[in-house]
């Protein structure tokens, strides 16, 4: 996969949040993908887990702003962003792998509560 493909899929995430667009999230995870959201807890899997797990969030009007450049390296990209709620920020670095496909089949999301920014 090049990295430009991996860039623009960071691109649409980010776009998926800005339009509460499931299709876009459907579109871009394999049938088969798993969301650890953050890492440490029990992952979603598989398409429809994953859409529900979305679907709540953007329902919460979670939006999405990157703050800095993604990296990309093998199958995988990087991002940091920050995702902005009413009342709260939360500081994220979110990892997807992809496939020979070009689906994303792994997305690890990286944060804690020391994370979160009240206001």
Known sequence: METADKLAAVDRYIAAFESSDLGIIR???ADDATVEDPVGTD?????EAICTFY???MGAGAKLALTGTPRCAGN???FPFQVILPGMKM????VFEFN????????RAYWGPENAIQG
Do not use: Q, R
């Not at 500081?91 to 979110?94: A, E, H, N």
């Open 27 to 29: 579109d871009l995870y």
């Open 43 to 47: 992952p979603h899997h598989g398409i």
């Open 55 to 57: 679907e709540g969030a």
């Open 76 to 78: 995988a990209v990087a």
């Open 91 to 94: 500081d994220v670095i979110d």
């Open 100 to 107: 020979d496909a070009g689906k994303v089949v792994s997305m």
